[in-house]
């Protein structure tokens, strides 16, 4: 009896205190369950609220309206065709203008069709609603819009459409396309992975698989390379400007290889740039990964007679490259979004012209909606959503790349 006198209160805290980490456990679990859902609202909103954005109403005038100038739409004439309607609707010197900036016979449609809307039709937007705002107030829009702009065409805009990735930058909210700008961003990209990976992923073999962390000044890079990984982008800008686009110039602007259309402020210097600021990321994370490749499979490597260098390039590196893509995934996000560094390296708010190798005049996606967001009118809103489709859809189809390539090396260890 006094046995279990003794046992049966133990027994009781223990289990009191089973219960107490039980609900312990389960208040932290949903909290951890909030922050995911916190997190999934906000990026829903995100969405919802580009999208809002990239399809409106939007009211339109045009000085000659379209449906005149031609028995079937604009987009379905030939380039004879849309050549006559400049010829016949501008004047001489216009034309001529026109004709000397680029032989009007050897344009193709695109640029013809664009013409004619922005020289013949010339369309303006006066006002826009998102497709929220119609769905709730259609009425009241159209009376409004009946109201204020009787000369107004109140119609459906698909901002995000084909046209507006194929098109040129345009002053006219109306006519421009994010082609410049997309296209200087890939060669962005390029140039920073091509830099950057290769750089990264040597340094980080060498100070995993070489470098004594005994010795004082591999610590020193190690704790610089740390510290490097947190500066912010802008610092990186004002070094690109200082060593890419004024101490290289020669190089960055192409002068050496005989180039003299830029001063330096070109992809090349950008990309650079941009890789120099993704360099400490892609390190840390390519030596994690490395890190965590087991010493046994290195042991067995050394047991067989292979070098150190054979066992780094056939076995240390496949079982690592899975987690070194990761990082590299994360380091090419980071870098497609950026805006300061490219801001101050040379990156121009309105270019016209597409990119046409790394010594090139550039503009970029993150550019491009940094400068149609500062505009007053409203319509500025809904093209820079589209252009942030863009840039969404582009980064996710550049990671969707990379994961399935990690993925592809992964199955090739299992």
């Known amino acids: ?36 859902v916190i997190g999934l609202i906000a990026l829903i909103a995100l969405l ?8 409106s109403y939007v009211v339109i005038e045009y000085k000659k309206d379209p449906a005149t100038l031609a028995s079937k739409p604009l987009a379905e004439l030939t380039n004879s065709d849309l050549a006559n309607l400049l010829e ?49 107030h259609s009425d009241q829009i159209r009376a409004e819009v009946t109201q204020k702009y009787p000369k107004g065409h109140l119609e459906f805009r698909a901002w995000f459409s084909g046209s507006f990735l194929i098109d040129p930058l345009s002053g006219d909210p109306l006519l421009t396309g994010v082609r410049a ?57 004002i070094l690109g400007l200082a060593i890419f686009v004024r101490g290289l110039a020669p190089l960055t602007s192409g002068a050496v290889f005989g180039s003299s259309d830029s001063n330096g402020r070109t992809i090349l ?14 390190i840390i994370n390519a030596q994690e990964a490395i890190r965590a490749v087991p010493v046994s499979l290195r042991q067995a490597s050394y047991g067989l ?27 090419i996000s980071r870098a497609m979004g950026e805006t300061a560094p490219l801001i101050i390296v040379g990156a121009a708010a309105f270019i016209t012209s597409d990119p046409t190798g790394p010594f090139s005049k550039f ?10 967001t500062t ?22 189809s550049l990671n969707a790349a990379a994961i399935l390539l990690r993925n592809r090396f992964s199955r090739r260890l299992a």
């Open 363 to 372: 503009t970029a996606l993150p550019i491009q909606i940094y400068n149609w």
């Open 48 to 55: 919802l609220t580009v999208l809002d954005k990239s399809f």
């Open 181 to 237: 700008a997309l296209l200087g961003s890939l060669y962005l990209i390029l140039i920073t992975v091509l830099v950057a990976f290769p750089i990264g992923v040597g340094s980080a073999i060498y100070l995993e698989e070489y470098a004594d962390s005994k010795k004082w000044y591999n610590r020193i890079i190690q704790t610089n390379i740390d510290n490097l990984a947190g500066v912010p982008s802008i610092v990186y800008g």
């Open 375 to 396: 505009r007053p009118q409203e319509v500025y809103r809904n093209v820079a959503a589209a252009a942030i489709l863009v840039l969404m859809i582009s980064l996710l």
């Open 1 to 36: 009896m006094n046995h279990d006198f003794f046992i049966e209160p133990s027994h009781s805290r223990r289990s009191s205190g089973l219960a107490k980490r039980h609900r312990t456990g389960k208040v932290w679990q949903g909290i951890f369950f909030s922050a995911t």
């Open 88 to 136: 016949a609707n501008l004047s001489k010197n216009r034309f001529r203008t026109l004709d000397r900036a680029q032989t009007i016979t050897e344009r193709n449609h695109a640029d013809l069709l664009n013409l004619v809307y922005e020289n013949v039709v010339q369309p303006r937007a006066l006002d826009s609603f998102s497709i929220t705002q119609w769905l709730m």
């Open 305 to 331: 007679g292979a070098t150190r260098w054979q066992t780094i390039w056939n076995h240390v590196l496949p079982a690592a490259l899975p987690g070194i893509l990761t990082g590299t995934i994360l380091a």
């Open 269 to 282: 210097s950008a990309g650079l740039t941009m890789a120099l600021l993704i360099l400490p990321v892609i």
